[in-house]
């Protein structure tokens, strides 16, 4: 059973930082391509980063430049670094790890944490 524990989230100051972290279980994050996504009142959820088992990284347009994204594999772990941290960051941020095993996708979610940037 696999399993996505987020941890991290809080309340911020705009201008200020945070790292968020995601601790999987039940699984190797080896081979998966992991992601952080948010949802904010009244809105749907988005892209914040993603990382493959390569290393490539991708972001979301509001993000880029403020966020960044790494892997432990060592530690079955990712992590959101998010730096000048402003209101409109304020979300739900949920963690995510996806595979294809025999052509099957397997998406996996973690619960969410919050975050709230705010003075």
């Known amino acids: 059973q696999v399993q996505l524990v987020e941890s991290g989230g809080g309340l911020v100051q705009p201008g200020g930082s945070l790292r968020l972290s995601c601790a999987a279980s039940g699984t190797s994050f080896t081979s998966y391509v992991l992601g952080w996504y948010r949802q904010a009142p009244r809105k749907q959820r988005e892209l914040v980063a993603t990382?493959?088992?390569?290393?490539?990284?991708n972001y979301g347009d509001s993000v880029k430049g403020r966020f960044t994204i790494s892997r432990d594999n060592a530690k079955n772990t990712v992590y959101l670094e998010m730096n000048s941290l402003k209101p409109e960051d304020t979300a739900v941020y949920y963690c995510?790890?996806?595979?294809?095993?025999?052509?099957?996708?397997?998406?996996?979610w973690g619960q969410g944490t919050q975050v709230t940037v705010s003075s």
């Open positions: 990382i493959g088992n390569g290393g490539s990284t």
């Open positions: 995510n790890a996806r595979t294809t095993v025999w052509a099957i996708i397997r998406n996996y």
